[in-house]
């Protein structure tokens, strides 16, 4: 693999960021590291032996001087809500295309509203390029494929974490206020929280889901333009920490989605993977290589912008179409 042209990853010290940024050193990279934190930032690059930036997100005409020299933005400082829009609208003022890993509702509506900007301006915005996003993006666009365009369209993931990250227990507390969503009719539709719940079934048995108001939802719709669309977050058992982080090698992952199609024909696939920052950083690492080489203008789900087959290039993991052990369901 050819060293891709300089790209920046904000949040680098971050628990997400850091996995990231180790993982693309790994694959040859020298991503410039930039985040707020100086003290952490400057310990990352010292140990990865990579250059950085230490900057803040509230001088927009600072901001986007610090892009200087970099092609592409992969942000990992979550709660997004606070940094996509920000590192977004530089980036468009730069000219240099804009990545990252949120699976927050309003992050990813604010951001294709975005989409003609990004075309007049030459750019990309990838929101969604981490787990959560990447798995079901992929899969409704696949089964949305498969039934000739999909009247409906449901998706869910069930992640499996080694060490969950504090930035993740922050974005929910702050999107849970926005309530429960779904997209009826082609609109967003508000409802309550907690509403709507239903058992999805996975590869290693059946589990309870209700609709959130996460990102699945609208990268579901741009990839796919199906009018009904659900995103379900999939309940599942706490685990002890220390024997998750013992078990990292072993955790599986799933992705789900269903399509049905306007003459009532079904088609449903799961994606089965392993732990689920290794997946993220995989996948963002790989999004930044496909974002760099195709070079696309406008606002796109990660599915929209590199098809249905994307997620399948991330180590380890498998698409199933067919499960013989547990029943469907009806």
Not at 39 to 52: D, T, V
Not at 64 to 84: R, S, Y
Not at 110 to 128: F, H, K, N, T, W
Not at 214 to 238: C, H, M, R, W
Request: aromatic share 8%.
């Amino acid at each position: 693999m050819s060293t891709p042209r300089s790209w920046m990853l904000y949040g680098a010290a971050g628990h997400t960021g850091s996995i990231i940024a180790k993982h693309a050193h790994e694959r040859g990279h020298r991503p410039l590291l930039a985040g707020r934190n100086a003290p952490a930032i400057a310990e990352l690059s010292e140990k990865l032996e990579l250059e950085y930036r230490v900057f803040g997100l509230d001088d927009p005409a600072a901001l986007v001087g610090e892009l200087a020299g970099v092609d592409l933005v992969l942000n990992a400082a979550g709660p997004f809500l606070h940094t996509a829009g920000a590192l977004a609208e530089a980036c468009l003022d730069a000219g240099v295309h804009y990545l990252d890993v949120s699976n927050e509702l309003q992050v990813f509506r604010a951001l294709y509203d975005l989409d003609e900007r990004a075309r007049q301006v030459g750019v990309s915005l990838i929101p969604g390029v981490g787990f959560g996003v990447v798995a079901t993006n992929c899969l409704a666009r696949y089964v949305s494929d498969s039934v000739g365009g999909a009247a409906i369209l449901e998706v869910g993931s069930r992640i499996a974490s080694a060490q969950p990250g504090p930035g993740a227990a922050a974005t929910m507390r702050e999107n849970l206020p926005y309530g429960g969503w779904i997209r009826q009719g082609g609109d967003l539709l508000s409802q309550q929280l907690g509403s709507g719940t239903t058992t999805i079934v996975f590869p290693d048995g059946t589990f309870s889901a209700m609709p959130v108001p996460t990102g699945d939802l609208e990268a579901a719709f741009q990839a796919t333009k199906a009018p009904n669309v659900i995103a379900y977050s999939v309940s599942v058992e706490a685990r002890d920490p220390d024997e998750a982080i013992a078990e990292a090698g072993n955790l599986k992952s799933f992705g789900w989605a269903r399509a049905t199609g306007a003459s009532g024909e079904r088609a449903q696939a799961w994606l089965e993977t392993g732990e689920s920052y290794t997946f993220t950083a995989d996948a963002g690492v790989r999004a930044v290589e496909e974002t760099l080489a195709l070079s696309l203008s406008g606002a796109f789900s990660p599915a929209a912008a590199f098809g249905a087959d994307f997620a399948l290039k991330v180590d380890n993991t498998a698409r199933i179409e067919q499960l013989d052990v547990f029943e469907e369901l009806a």
